[in-house]
């Protein structure tokens, strides 16, 4: 093994200006299909990242040389070991993706999910790019009141929460837009006025579930 106390990696949030593009020739009915793969599966690869941490603090971390799942404790002490050979302090672990925005509750790990799964087997760019709308413009939920508290775009494109709020509020429709977007962002205003009163109640993280 090269490294036996390797850290894991994390795929990186998706850059604004590539999904502004795509919006942008969708509006006007075109799809660019080396565009709509890379977003994808920028997404896709970031989703399957946010899963994966949060598994980790469920107690399933994955072992970053082999791939195996690694079950522990969550404890600060605790030395996580593969077998391997590979093994890492749960504390170094869990620092490699502290305050990445890798962090979500159940619906959101559902909506990520169903992500991962369907857009690699859609058959169509109008198909990949409903999946891609769909995806930014879902919400996390507060699980108490069941009212929508920020946009998941945060977690998966590079710009602070306020930015990103603005930037979904900023993309470009037309008449030729793909079907249900324009209806998904009507959807999105309406849930996205909770999530701003939500944002005054707390204006720094939003106290979910782990
Ligand atoms: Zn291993």
Known sequence: MKDPHALPTWAPRVRPDEIRRLYHLDAQGIYNDDLIADVGYGLLARCESFIRANEAVAGRARCPACGAIVNH???K???????CGWSLPWADYFATFQHKQLSGAGPVITLFQDFVERFPRAQTAQQRMILIDTLLHGFHWYFKTGEPTRPVAVNLI???????MAFLD???????STPGARERKAEWDTRIVHAR?????????????A
């Open 73 to 75: 404790h969550t404890g």
């Open 77 to 83: 002490e605790e030395v996580l070991q593969c077998a």
């Open 158 to 164: 590079d710009l602070r929460l306020g930015d990103v």
């Open 170 to 176: 900023e993309l470009t429709y037309g008449e030729q």
């Open 197 to 209: 009163s939500w944002g005054r109640q707390a204006p720094r993280e939003p106290v979910e579930p």
